[in-house]
Nanobody, 127 residues
Framework: QVQLVESGGDSVPAGGSLRLSCVVS????????MSWFRQSPGKEREWVAT????????YYVDSLKGRFTISRDNAKNTMYLQIDSLKPADTAMYYC????????????????????WGRGNQVTVSP
């Protein structure tokens, strides 16, 4: 049974930085395309970023490029999301997700494509 557990969320002032972590257990993380999603209050969950199993390629939603960095350390079975220059609009529950796929780029933003999800970790950014 694959499990994903997020951590690193916090309440921070605007302009600050956070690094979220997602630990994979049950199977080696290097089997999976992995992604971050987020859900802001009153909004639908949205795709943020994806990283390929080896970490060789990354993909981001255009609006967040430059402030968000996805990475992974397969030796630690862990994926990360570095968020810089935080804005109040970044306030959301952040979720990690994993799936096995021949091409991570395909369907990367579709929630239904992911077999495994974490429970989420809250990030709150104050003005």
């Amino acid at each position: 049974q694959v499990q994903l557990v997020e951590s690193g969320g916090d309440s921070v002032p605007a302009g600050g930085s956070l690094r979220l972590s997602c630990v994979v257990s049950g199977n080696p993380a290097n089997r999976y395309c992995m992604s971050w999603f987020r859900q802001s209050p009153g909004k639908e969950r949205e795709w943020v970023a994806t990283i390929t199993p080896t970490g060789g390629s990354t993909y981001y939603v255009d609006s967040l490029k430059g402030r968000f960095t996805i990475s992974r350390d397969n030796a630690k079975n862990t994926m990360y999301l570095q968020i810089d220059s935080l804005k109040p609009a970044d306030t959301a529950m952040y979720y990690c997700a994993a799936r096995q796929a021949p091409i991570c780029l395909t369907r990367r933003a579709e929630e239904s494509a992911y077999a495994y999800w974490g429970r989420g970790n809250q990030v709150t950014v104050s003005p």
